[in-house]
Structure formats: C-alpha cells, structure tokens
C-alpha cells in the first residue's frame, strides 16, 4: 500500500492484529454492519432503520438442497410468519452472483415468494455480495439475528441437524427461535454461534 | 422464474446421468449415475471370505469442476452418507477417508475432492458364513455434488454381488491400481521421531513441528467441525527442524479444545493423521505463546 504513514511502523503490526482479530471472532456481541440494499419490491432498505426492533437475516439460495428442505416442509415459511407476527423484522438475502445458483431478479423473487408462500419482511437482492461479505455468511441458509440495540446476538445455523433431509424438519431444535425466545424473555441467547451448514454462498467471486 | 429453471437443472442432471451411464455401460455395467458423476461399488477381492475382512470401495467420477465432501465437509456441504444392506453375517467398517483437497475462495473453504476418489469400507464376514451362495452387498447413497455454481443432492441405490468363498479370495486385476491409488491416499501415521505440540496462542493454535528438517509447505486438515477458522490462511513459518503454523480459531469454538484432530498435508501431497493435546499454559510459557502469536501475525 502506497500511503502516507499516520501511525508509527510499529503500530502497524498491532493493527493488522487486532484487524485478524475481529475477522476470527464471531459477530456475536459485535454491532451488527449496516447496510443498504434493493429489496424485490423495489424499495430501498437500511438496517440501521430497524433499530429497536429484533432483526433476524436468512442467507438463501433457491435451488440448494439445504434451502429447499426448509421451503418444501414449509418451515422456513411458517418462522416468516410466526416471528413477523411477533414484531420481527425479517430480510431474507440473495447472495448468488447472476447466473449460478440462487441468484434472481426481483421479479423471480417475487414469483417465488408468491408461489412458496414465502412472508419475509422483504428479500433483499445482493448479487454482489457485498452484505454477504460484510456478514462473512457462508452457507445457504446462514442465519443472524439482531436485537434491538443493533447487536448481533445469534450466528450460525437454522437447526441442529445439517442435512438437506425433509424428515430432518421436525425434530430440529431452531437456534432463531431460541434466540428469538431467550433474548424477548430479557435472557442471554444460550447457543449464539454456531457452525452454519448448506450449500456455500455462490459469490461472484467464488472460483477454485 | 428459477424454479423452473431448478426444474430445467433436474432435466439437465437427469439427461446427463442417462447419458453417463449409457457411456459407461461398456465399461463397468454397475455404474450408476449420481449428479455430475457416477458412483460404483467395487471390491479389491473376487470374492467374500468367511472370517475374513476384503475392502470394498465406492468409487466416484464427478464431471470437471464439480466436488463431493470430505468426513470434515470444512465451511459447507456434506459428507456422503452411506446406509448398508448387508446379509446376516457381514458387517461394513467405516469409510476410510483418503486426505482431501482445499476447495473454495478466501471466505468459504471446503474440505473434499474433485475428478474421481475411491472410498475405501473394509468388509468383515463372519468365520461361519456359509459358500452356497453368492453375497448380494448393497448401500443406498445420500451425497451433496457441489460446483462453484450450485449444490445438488444425489441418491444412488448401488450393489455388488459376489461369491463367497472359504478359502482366501485372489485380488480382482480389474480394481486393483484404483484401490493401490487410494491406499496410498490415505493419511498415515506420521514417523515415530516426530514431534508436534499445540499450543493456545489467545485467537490462533500455535502447532509446532519438528521433523529434523525444514519444512516449507504445509496444510492442515482438521477432522472436527468449528474448531479452526477453514478460511484463514494457515501461516506457516519455516524452522531448521520443521515448522511452526498459525491456526486461526474457528468464530464457533466457544469451549477451550483439549485436542486437534487432523491431517496434515506435506509438500508431495503426503497425509498424516496427527491428534494433539493441547498443552496446558504455564504461567511464563504461556505469556511466551502469547508474544510468538504476535510475533507471527508481524510477518503478515
């Protein structure tokens, strides 16, 4: 980097630590990033703005195998509509770069919340990544959730059980709910992070 | 609308198996085609020995650019899951797992293989298994195919059927070089004058080897989920004797591990399985782990 150099050279080292630092610690307990995005019906939707409500975030993928287990069980849809009822925001995140898996106009988004049945509070178009990124989510679905202060209290997985099997839904403990539960009866959210599962994020960027 | 194109995808797969297993009915008429791919149950030996174990294999050929999943998938994806139909008598081992490759970018690594792997089940029959008739050994096969552009779920019903003999059993010619290849795959157990330790270096494990000579290439698999970061880069620091790598924990870990599992990769491609207890911090060394993690992250 061809920069002037505000801060003594040693400092350097330090920052560059402290910057691995918050890349390795989960988000949790961490100020959720703010962002701005195009939902598919067309408005323009800041997270900030949803300060003092609970927030929750869906990384999704329409086509993977571990998404679709939560839609054709209807699942995913019936917590849309449990928590939404409730008070909670819910965006729903299309992270997939055009023309790989997941990835849709607002138009086809629409067409398949109306055919899922599908109740988020809007689905947000990132065909960038770039909030994909800014919340290093991982798989489809990845999920957060936000509490009203704006503080990642939830990161992980759906459920306890990684598999793309329908039969899988009904016995699953749902770490959102939990949160969900937890942190509206003004306890601390038991399991906060854990390991997301489903199929990887179709970034733009994603080649090997 | 992309449900129609999941349908138009479906189509693709399918006409595409068809096509696959249509090529290689010549040459193997059990192949059965999985997405992207086809999958075959193959045996080292012609045939079962009563009280003895023979290595069957599950072998996979994926189309280029499109992987299955290691034991430890790494940040997404799944193993595949095998579900045995055996006779009474026979019992399946578990999968022995061949060392895999790092798939993925710089915020998602995946831990699997790509173009074509055996999986390796050693099978065990009972010494009072009889010869009359030929062993029909089935499995039914869940897995997750992956490309850098989608995910799709395959299932395979696949079998092999086999005499069963009470003398020991020839090796089959025909599997032979696939399972030699595989065997040679498979992580070993590192070199009795080996030394590794782990220590706790605050966000990072320090994993310290000596091997008696420098060492310059390196990767490490782990064998357990959420106990290091997959993506971060594993930096590696040459020493006359070995090495020493920084292991980034993984945002998951919540509980302080007691050991690391896994496979470590040498320059050649070389896997072994190491397990290592993390050494308990004493009050000096454990400041000094902390400054050594510093001292790695200047060299960034």
């Known amino acids: 980097m061809k920069r002037s150099t505000p801060y003594p050279t040693l400092v350097y080292p330090a920052l560059i630590a402290l910057a691995l630092c918050a890349v390795s610690a989960a988000l949790v307990g961490a100020a959720a990033p703010d962002f701005t995005a195009t939902a598919s019906n067309g408005k323009t939707v800041r997270l900030s703005d949803y300060r003092g409500k609970f927030v929750v975030l869906e990384w999704h993928n329409n086509g993977c195998p571990f998404v679709r287990k939560q839609y054709n069980s209807g699942n995913m849809q019936k917590l849309q509509k449990q928590w939404t009822s409730q008070g909670v925001v819910w965006f729903t995140i299309l992270s997939s770069a055009p023309g790989k898996q997941g990835y849709a106009t607002a138009s086809e988004e629409n067409d398949y919340m109306a055919k899922m049945q599908a109740a988020p509070t809007a689905a947000l178009l990132d065909p960038t990544g770039a909030i994909g990124h800014l919340y290093d989510a991982k798989t489809s679905p990845h999920m957060f959730v936000i509490n009203p202060q704006g503080v990642v209290i939830y990161d992980g997985a759906i459920d306890d059980k990684p598999t793309p099997d329908l039969n899988d839904v009904p016995g699953a403990t749902n770490y959102v709910s939990l949160a969900l539960q937890q942190a509206m009866a003004g306890k601390q959210v038991e399991t906060a992070a854990t390991r997301p599962y489903g199929c990887s994020v179709k970034y733009a960027d994603a080649t090997h | ?300």
């Open chain 2, 1 to 300: 609308m992309r449900w129609s194109d999941g349908c138009a995808e479906l189509y693709r797969v399918l006409i595409g198996g068809a096509a696959l297993l249509l090529c290689a009915a010549s040459a193997h008429a059990e192949a059965t085609p999985i997405p992207h791919g086809t999958l075959e149950l193959i045996a080292q030996n012609q045939s079962i020995v009563a009280g003895q174990t023979i290595d069957l294999g599950l072998h996979f050929q994926l189309e280029k650019g499109w992987h299955i999943y290691w034991t430890n998938p790494g940040d997404s994806g799944e193993p595949p899951r095998v579900e045995w139909q055996l006779p009474a008598g026979l019992t399946a081992g578990s999968i022995e797992w061949p060392t895999p490759q790092r798939l993925g970018t710089s915020t998602i690594v995946d831990y699997g293989y790509e173009n074509a792997v055996l999986l390796i089940v050693p099978m065990n029959a009972e010494a009072s298994l009889t010869e009359q008739q030929p062993v029909r050994l089935g499995a039914k096969i869940r897995l997750l195919v992956c490309s850098h552009e989608m995910c799709l779920p395959g299932k395979a019903d696949i079998s092999l059927t086999l005499p069963a003999k009470s003398q020991p059993s020839a090796l089959d010619a025909r599997t032979a070089d696939l399972f030699a290849a595989a065997r040679k795959s498979l992580p070993r157990s590192p070199p009795q004058n080996w030394r590794f330790s782990l220590a706790d270096a605050k966000d990072s494990f320090m994993l310290s080897a000596n091997l008696g000579r420098r060492i310059t290439q390196a990767i490490f698999f782990p064998l357990a989920e959420s106990q290091i970061e997959n993506a971060a880069p594993q930096n590696l620091q040459p020493s006359a004797t070995g090495f020493q790598m920084t292991l980034r924990k993984s945002a998951q870990l919540v509980k302080p591990i007691e050991r690391l599992k896994g496979v470590l990769v040498l320059s050649g491609g070389q896997g072994y399985l190491i397990d290592l207890p993390l050494s308990k911090p004493r009050a000096p060394k454990g400041k000094a782990a902390t400054i050594s993690g510093s001292t790695h992250y200047n060299s960034y």
